[in-house]
């Protein structure tokens, strides 16, 4: 099989670039921005923060890194490792800096029930004006029940999730969406996501014991370490945003793009294979990566819930099929598309994707980029760029996991 044009495996890196391992001459370096310092999970499994401009290897799903690249986010939860400030505790009590948290230092407190009757450490925060929806999360680690349980009260309905540490499960969710993570030294990160209305009365989200059946029913006396919450105005989970005072704080959105134009190529005729995880979707299309000559270009797209499309500026009857793509947010997986001339053809896992067939201008690819704009946030776990026109069948091979 041909050599790639370009091969970029997340490993070496320095402030504002990424190496990419082909070409070797340095032209296939990629050129990365975030405005402000991110978090990443390390390779010790700890939630690390590093410095602005600073690309992130991410170590969250493996021994092996992946390039984080997400949209900006604010976390709104002021105070975020130290719930005995900005935070109410009803029914419940919490003692602050008992134990290691997922950053490695002595920050997370120790949530201990004194009433059956909802037992929960929560805050207040604005009803938004416009119908906004909301993720909230909370790193939580077992110290003798495995039921925890998150929450919104809206000022009428009370909308929760339950988990079970021991199960590493969702055991009920009335939420839009729920999630557990499993992270280092027996913490997990839990989440919920609802859509807040302006119509409601309230905007309380809540960290509660539970007894396993009921979010609001909890047990006196069994106890959870709690630590690093987070309130973000996304349909999804992104990477930590420490707030270590009552005041919100942001991260950045990154861009990541280069331009390999010297190299040699072949007209209107690439193949693009891509390990990566989707991290969240939208209702809206967001784009993943693009690639371009600088004037036509093919775009992979994310979209509606849990779909991907593959999209060429300039293309009569786009890409592949609206919706004949589905992913999971964590779920690892390899998409190739390959053309020459008006001929597309796609892989994903090893498996073919039915297309449509475009018309119109294909690009040589010499650009590709994840740029400001409308986003969705994605680790790169391997991106190559062949300059010929591979079968289904090697398609299919190149994609198999």
């Known amino acids: 099989m041909a050599t790639p044009t370009l091969t970029m495996i997340p490993s070496g890196y320095k402030a504002e670039k990424v190496y990419s391992v082909l070409p070797t001459n340095g032209d296939g ?75 490695g230092d002595l920050t997370a407190d120790k949530f201990i029930p004194t009433n059956t009757n909802q037992p929960r450490v929560e805050r207040a925060f604005t009803v938004p004006a416009t119908n906004t929806t909301f993720t909230f999360s909370v790193f939580v680690k077992k110290i003798s029940t495995p039921y925890v349980a998150i929450a919104l009260f809206d000022g009428s309905d009370n909308i929760d999730a339950i988990f079970n540490l021991d199960t590493k499960a969702v055991v009920s969710s009335s939420s839009e969406d729920a999630s557990i993570k499993e992270m280092n030294n027996g913490w997990f990160r839990i989440s919920m996501t609802q859509t807040v209305l302006s119509t409601d009365t309230d905007n309380i989200w809540k960290i509660l014991n539970s007894n396993g ?136 896992n090893g498996s073919t994707i039915a297309i449509n067939t475009p018309t119109g201008n294909l690009p040589t690819i010499t650009e590709v980029s994840h740029s400001v704009g409308g986003l969705s946030p994605i680790k790169i776990l391997d991106l190559r760029v062949y300059n010929d026109f591979k079968t289904q069948e090697e398609l299919n091979t190149l994609t198999t996991i």
């Open 213 to 348: 059946s009921s979010a609001f029913v909890g047990v006196i006396g069994e106890e959870t370490f709690i630590w690093g919450a987070q309130l973000e105005e996304l349909p999804y989970l992104s990477s930590y945003i420490p707030t270590p005072t009552n005041s919100s704080a942001s991260r950045s959105a990154e861009t990541f793009s280069n331009d390999f134009s010297s190299q040699p190529t072949v007209a209107n005729t690439n193949t693009v294979v891509l390990k990566f995880i989707p991290m969240g979707f939208s209702t809206d299309f967001y784009e993943l990566l693009r690639f371009s000559d600088g004037t036509n270009e093919i775009a992979l797209e994310g979209f509606q819930t849990n779909n991907y499309d593959v999209y060429g500026s300039g293309l009569v009857g786009g890409g592949m099929t609206a919706g004949s793509l589905s992913l999971n947010a964590g779920s690892i997986n390899t998409i190739s598309f390959s053309y020459s001339g008006t001929s597309l053809r796609f892989s994903h």
């Open 29 to 103: 370096d990629f050129t990365f921005d975030r405005n402000s310092p991110g978090t990443r999970v390390n390779k010790d499994g700890l939630i690390e923060q590093v410095a602005t401009d600073v690309p992130r290897l991410d170590y969250s799903d493996g021994s092996c890194p992946s390039l984080l690249l997400e949209p900006t986010s604010t976390n709104l939860a002021g105070y975020s490792e130290d719930f005995s400030q900005g935070w109410s505790a009803g029914n419940s009590t919490v003692t602050t800096n008992q134990t290691t948290s997922p950053g």
